[in-house]
């Protein structure tokens, strides 16, 4: 298929781009036509050969400069690795609540695993609910993020839910002995339970910013973003012989 195509649109402004040349600029917005061409979106590499070495370069990617990485981002083909990533990156996280647990203010091995399991449950729906979120919102603004789309989006971004459970996790086992309502009460004078409940919840959201945030450039980034033109299918006609005739 020629680019641009008739569903081709300026991954900027969203301008459709039928029926210009490849070589000019957005009459919006004047980007580049051959920047918002789907051959740009390769990546990551992840999406082709999932290993520790591209796992790395995704989270290296999200903490220098995410808006390339989205730019780059391949919205087309299967979900299969980008699910692969969300779950490894929960399960990641999981390990890490169970032995900060362990070693902060020890429960048993029971309850460890049951607030392990309650944690790489919550990254994998807290995720989805996301991607929910993501394609209603992006309906009401007339953009082109699919649930497959918003659904990668969300997995590879899932990442950022490491520091969240890290800064929660941390405020909670702290606070196992009653140590932060201590603390408190020792500075403002009056403090009570319910306090400490309002402060957890204010803290987790604050940690929970950087996953809305790179959702949010994820979503920007791919809001017109134009996926790689399926191949025609060729039917092959198989042509049946005799035996002993050729053809």
């Given at each position: ?9 300026c ?7 039928q029926?210009l040349?490849?070589?000019g600029g957005?009459?919006e917005?004047g980007?580049?036509?051959r ?8 990546g ?25 990485f ?8 299967s ?9 490894l ?20 091995p029971?309850?460890?695993l ?28 007339g953009?082109?993020?699919t ?6 989006i ?12 890290g800064?929660?996790?941390?405020a ?6 009653g ?28 940690a ?5 945030i790179l959702?949010w450039i994820?979503?920007?980034q ?6 790689h033109?399926r ?17």
């Open positions: 298929m020629t680019f641009p195509n008739p569903d081709t649109r991954e900027d402004c969203g301008y459709v781009l029926g040349s490849a070589e957005c009459p917005c980007l580049a036509i920047a918002s061409s789907p051959e740009h979106r390769t990551p590499l992840w999406q082709e050969r999932p290993g520790p070495r591209a796992g790395l370069d995704i989270l290296v990617s999200l903490i220098r400069n995410p808006k390339p989205f730019r780059t981002m391949r919205v087309d083909g979900n299969v690795y980008p699910r692969l990533f969300l779950l990156t929960a399960m990641g996280i999981g390990v890490g609540w169970y032995i900060g647990a362990r070693w902060v203010y020890r429960p048993g029971g309850p460890a049951i607030q392990t399991g309650i944690v790489v449950l919550s990254v994998v729906v807290l995720s989805y609910i996301e991607a929910v979120g993501v394609v209603y919102f992006s309906r009401r603004r953009w082109r993020v649930y497959r789309m918003a659904e990668r969300v997995c590879y971004c899932s990442i950022a839910w490491a520091p969240a459970a800064v929660i996790g941390g909670l086992m702290l606070n196992a002995d140590g932060i309502d201590r603390a408190m009460k020792s500075l403002i004078g009056v403090w009570g339970a319910w306090q400490s409940i309002e402060l957890m919840v204010l803290i987790g959201a604050v929970m910013l950087w996953f809305e959702v994820g979503v920007r791919t809001r017109h973003a134009n996926a033109p191949a025609p299918h060729k039917a092959v006609r198989v042509e049946k012989t005799s035996p002993g005739v050729e053809t």
